[in-house]
């Protein structure tokens, strides 16, 4: 147990006199050293706290700024101090998350602050840590963990993709857009339900829906011949480099989750592997595959346990020889090395026409020109050039940069 | 020149507002304390039989102004005025009376005579013998009065200050734990010599007894601080 500064003051003073008194023989020094020693009998006596009312306004997305306000009672006698744990990812904005207050009988303590989260993920902010002293800051320091039901969802904010670039080359149709008709035959697998067109056929209206909203809605149906996209995301630990903020690892989430946007708004099929997970997410349409897409990548984080690119494509081979989808990887070069792991993907279609596969190699410009960092660039440059010459399309993207202006590059390349 | 004034203004209200009013008045009042103590102390002294010895060789009247001068010194190295340091040199001022009383001092006296040193013991016994009669246990009590007042207010202070670097909304709390250190500090300096009954203890209690209470409380202390 470490002593308080109050309580060792108070003891060094009492010491003092009491050893001078037994050297000196005074009785007036051995009488005077109980003065310290009685202030330290003041015991820290119980303040119970409550939680009144709390609210939680905004946030939702990465760099959104939120506010809470908690109201707390206390009771009883003593200095409180009350913290709201929050994590490390927040940053203060305004306000403060921990208040302190002299208590002596009951008290009111507000709890008011604005913070801004920094990165994604579900926060927990349920933990107030609460702190009991005595006014003379000496004695036992009562610390004690009180519940308050507050979480936030934050999310990355999706980068607007305007175009992905129509990649042509070896594949008769690399891009499964151009294979799309978006008039095309309706199938019989159900979509989702959206608002009437005109144009939209009546057969397709759902009275059922329509009369509980009022508005005409009707049913919509995967079109026929539809592809698949199938995004391999890199969490393998490699990928944790950079800032806390902004590192490899978030840029890889921030294009997963862009892309997963970008083709389910086009009605596309898509599905996820995390590698390093050993986990995928079935293809599927419409905004829900979004959403379930979005709900595993904002919880993720790198895998500490590796997984090559190649046994990732091994372990999803059946759906990919089913969807022939168009595949892309979202990787670091210098590490993943990901040569034969794309060569195998692209060779899951039938003779002559090859499986259309994307790489997006994630760079993080540094001005460091350390002999490591040397290395690992002329690694990911011959990697890179090994990929070309297979006719495989890669997008270099240095992270800092937006990632709808590096895929718009491509797009007026091609 | 007005923009000058007015960013003075400006700076003063910032303390005053944001870092607290307590940072400004903690130094001055522990200065103040400091100041009372030391006058204690120093009145203390001259009623000691220091003063017959010491005024043959030193004009001990500018003794006031050097210990008065010691606290200011203190607050201008922003330390604080009333320090550990301070308080020992106070005790030490006032040990006079406290040697006439003691037994210890006795024994040494009766040591000067066995190693021939007898005309000088003859001469402190005459002169610490007569300050017998002298109490100062109201100005001691006075002192460490002052002393761990001056401390909990420091601490408070410094506590304060921490909260307030690591952005807590403490408003109010020091001036608070001031007024009770205060409150309660005055009332054990009041009831003090009630509970202790000073004049029974120092006439009746044999040494015996005292000493034991003496040990007990060093070992208990002893072992408070090594947990």
């Known amino acids: ?414 | 020149m007005n923009n000058q004034i007015q960013e003075q203004k400006k700076r003063l209200r910032v303390l005053i507002k944001d870092r607290g009013l307590y940072l400004m008045f903690g130094p001055l009042i522990n200065l103040l304390l400091a100041e009372f103590a030391a006058y204690q102390a120093l009145y203390a002294f001259f009623k000691s039989p220091f003063v017959v010895v010491g005024s043959k060789y030193f004009a001990l009247g500018l003794l006031y102004p050097v210990v008065i001068a010691v606290p200011l010194l203190l607050l201008i190295l922003r330390r604080n005025p009333f320090s550990f340091g301070f308080f020992y040199f106070l005790i030490f001022l006032s040990i006079g009376n406290i040697l006439a009383k003691s037994e210890l001092f006795y024994a040494f006296l009766d040591a000067l005579y066995v190693l021939n040193f007898g005309d000088l013991a003859s001469y402190l016994n005459s002169i610490f013998s007569s300050s017998k009669h002298i109490f100062i246990l109201d100005l001691l009590l006075n002192i460490v009065w002052l002393f761990v007042l001056s401390q909990l207010i420091w601490i408070s202070m410094e506590k304060g200050r921490e909260m307030e670097e690591r952005g807590m909304a403490a408003r109010n709390l020091v001036i608070f734990q001031w007024g009770f250190a205060f409150i309660s500090t005055y009332l054990i300096f009041l009831l003090y010599p009630a509970i202790f009954g000073f004049s029974i203890a120092v006439d009746n209690i044999p040494l015996i007894f005292t000493g034991i209470a003496g040990i007990a409380i060093f070992i208990t202390s002893a072992l408070v601080l090594s947990r």
């Open chain 1, 1 to 414: 147990m470490k002593v308080r500064k109050g309580t060792y003051v108070l003891i060094k003073t009492a010491m003092f006199l009491l050893v001078s008194g037994i050297l000196l023989t005074s009785y007036e020094l051995l009488a005077l050293s109980a003065f310290p020693i009685l202030l330290l009998l003041t015991p820290t006596f119980p303040v119970r706290i409550s939680v009144e009312s709390h609210d939680l306004d905004g946030g939702g997305y990465v760099g959104e700024e939120f506010r809470v306000s908690i109201e707390l009672s206390a009771k009883g006698f003593g200095v409180v101090k009350v913290m709201h744990k929050i994590p490390e990812h927040f940053e203060l904005t305004g306000g403060s998350n921990a208040v302190a207050r002299f208590v002596v009988g009951s008290a009111t303590l507000k709890i008011e602050y604005s913070a801004i989260p920094t990165k994604r993920g579900n926060y927990s902010l349920d933990k107030l840590v609460v702190q009991v002293e005595n006014p003379f800051l000496t004695g036992k320091l009562f610390v004690r963990e009180v519940e308050v039901p507050i979480s936030i969802e934050v999310k990355q904010r999706i980068p607007k993709i305007l175009k992905i670039g129509v990649h042509r080359g070896i594949a008769k149709s690399p891009t499964p857009e151009v294979d799309i008709s978006k008039i095309g035959v309706p199938g019989t697998d159900f979509r989702e339900i959206r608002e009437y067109i005109a144009g939209d056929p009546v057969k397709f209206i759902n009275w059922k829906a329509s009369a509980r909203k009022n508005d005409i809605l009707v049913n919509q149906y995967e079109v026929e011949g539809k592809k698949s996209i199938w995004i391999f995301l890199d969490a393998n630990p490699y990928m944790r480099y950079g800032e806390t903020i902004r590192n490899y690892f978030e840029a890889a989430v921030e294009a997963a989750n862009a892309l997963s946007y970008y083709y389910t708004q086009k009605g596309y099929r898509v599905g996820l592997y995390l590698v390093g997970y050993r986990r995928y997410l079935y293809p599927d349409t419409g905004r829900r595959q979004f959403r379930r897409i979005g709900d595993e990548l904002i919880k993720i984080e790198p895998s500490d346990h590796p997984e090559s690119l190649d046994e990732a494509i091994e372990n999803s081979k059946s759906l990919l020889i089913t969807y022939k989808p168009l595949i892309y990887f979202i990787t670091r070069l210098e590490y993943s090395r990901p040569i034969r792991a794309v060569l195998r993907a692209s060779r899951f279609s039938r003779k002559m026409r090859r499986t259309p596969v994307e790489v997006i190699s994630l760079s993080y410009d540094e001005e460091t020109e350390e002999l490591s960092r040397l290395a690992l660039k002329t690694l990911k440059k011959s990697v890179e050039s090994r990929l070309k010459a297979s006719g495989i399309r890669t997008i270099d993207w240095e992270i800092h940069k937006p990632l709808s202006q590096v895929l718009m590059k491509e797009v007026l390349f091609a």
